[in-house]
């Protein structure tokens, strides 16, 4: 994301009046704001390649509960910080929420302030979270290995006349795979750097994606030459295969 863009964030509520009122206050406040009414379309925001800063997330929605919703975005392997609203007060939906992955929690109703202080501060402490990775330097815009042709700014990739469609989190992944190619890197430095989670130990989110790409990329998945599993380690990416 350029640093000019404004931060954008998803508000995901059904009722359109407090959807409306987050809208407005949320981008007063400078902040880009898509909204969806279902946790459907809340997947077709999510599926843009543009990302975004945190998501406001309703736990009553029409069509899946906020924690089902939660729980399958960390499945998927979307780390964006949550903030889940709901009108109960149980304490054991606070629990719930943050089991299924959510960051922070807000009971209804609740002042907007209050809102966007929290906000504020998952921002800030996601930004403390990433601020080694923007110190690094900026990498090449293309890579090429086997037969596969990747474009990082067009998010073009072709494997030999084939062209592939990758999701964010697969192309951050290559990314950060293709600035250190030969290097062992363990999952918990990939979590890090490319879901920016720091002391996360569902390190099963980077064999998912690994086996992703594996899928996409290698000649024969079930016997990888680029994408090389390093026992008790994690990962090593070879763009020339060594020989056997
Ligand atoms: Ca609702």
Known sequence: MSPREPRRLLVI??????????????SLE????????TAREAGQYLARPHGYAAIVLDVMLPDLD???????????????????LTARRAPEDRV??????????LVKPFELSELLARVRSLLR???????????APASPAQLEFGRVRVDFDSHRVTVGDRSVELTRLELDLLRYFADHPGRVLERKELLEKVWRLRDCANTRTVDNFVLRLRKHFEPDPSAPVHFLSVRGSGYRFCPVPSPA
């Open 13 to 26: 509520e059904d009722e359109s009046h407090i959807a409306a009122g987050l809208k407005l206050n949320l």
């Open 125 to 135: 402490r996601r930004q403390w979270e990433n601020a080694d990775e923007s110190r």
């Open 96 to 105: 719930r929420g943050l089991e299924a992955g959510a960051d922070d929690y």
């Open 30 to 37: 400078g902040f880009a704001v898509d909204v969806a009414a």
């Open 66 to 84: 906020g924690f089902e919703f939660c729980q399958r975005l960390r499945e998927s392997g979307n780390f964006t910080p949550v903030i889940m």
